[in-house]
């Protein structure tokens, strides 16, 4: 597709399951992010690939919290054992460019809503 | 520790009026980025600032960064319906350029 997709659209859960949300990057981008967004809120950096390698981890709120991108192209957050805390919409981003310049344009998809109950 | 606060929070104007969003913090940042958010999307760039003292006009938005590089405005001119959305800026500090700090938003509604 042409621009940033992420499945699935909605997720409900209840409190104790393990959830996995994905990030289809815009094909060639070889940085991606995850961030969280509170009800309409600013967004709340996550964690950060360079290709396969997330050398910024730094925002995953807990252990609970891990992600994975393989082929340089799809990634995969997981929550494990869900809160009611967690209920928020996940953004994923991609950018053309990673840490090499002090600025770059990233590309958002749609979000994940996870309604944690 | 929220690094970008912006204010107001909310806003609600009529079509035709002017307005202007702030984004403040006591960091500096290397560059600044806004961006426009609609319900059920993720947020589209509008703009990115890199010299302290900028300023860059897309139609009636004129976008400024501080000379001090801590802050930055948004200034809209005769306001739109189609102006409506959540505004956020965007931080990226001097060694992590990987990430941006996003500003706490400032949600815009403009009605006829």
């Known amino acids: 597709g042409a621009g940033v997709s992420q499945s699935p659209s909605n997720k409900v859960t209840e409190k104790g399951k393990d959830v996995e949300l994905r990030c289809d990057p815009i094909?060639?981008?070889?940085?991606l992010y995850w961030y969280r967004q509170s009800l309409g809120q600013g967004l709340e950096f996550l964690i950060y690939?360079?290709?396969?390698?997330?050398?910024?981890k730094s925002g995953l709120p807990s252990d609970r919290f891990s992600a994975e991108r393989t082929g340089g192209s799809v990634s995969t957050l997981t929550i494990q054992r869900t809160q009611q805390e967690d209920s928020a919409v996940y953004l994923c981003?991609?950018?053309?460019?990673?840490?090499?310049?002090?600025?770059?344009?990233?590309?958002f998809g749609p979000g994940t809503r996870l309604t944690v109950l | 520790t929220q690094l970008l606060e912006q204010s107001p929070q909310f806003l609600s104007i009529q079509e035709g009026e002017n307005l202007t969003v702030y984004c403040n913090s006591s960091s500096v940042f290397s560059s600044l980025q806004w961006y426009r958010q609609e319900p059920g999307e993720g947020p589209v760039l509008l703009v990115t600032?890199?010299?302290?003292?900028e300023v860059k006009k897309l139609k009636r938005l004129t976008f400024q960064f501080g000379d001090a590089r801590k802050d930055s405005s948004l200034h809209i001119t005769a306001a739109q319906p189609g102006d409506t959305g959540l505004y956020l800026c965007?931080?990226?500090?001097?060694?992590?350029?990987?990430?941006?700090?996003f500003g706490t938003g400032t949600r815009l509604q403009v009605t006829l």
């Open positions: 094909s060639g981008h070889t940085a």
């Open positions: 600032v890199v010299t302290g003292g």
């Open positions: 690939f360079q290709g396969n390698s997330a050398p910024d």
């Open positions: 981003a991609s950018s053309a460019q990673g840490a090499f310049l002090s600025y770059n344009e990233q590309f």
């Open positions: 965007a931080g990226a500090r001097t060694g992590t350029a990987s990430k941006l700090t």
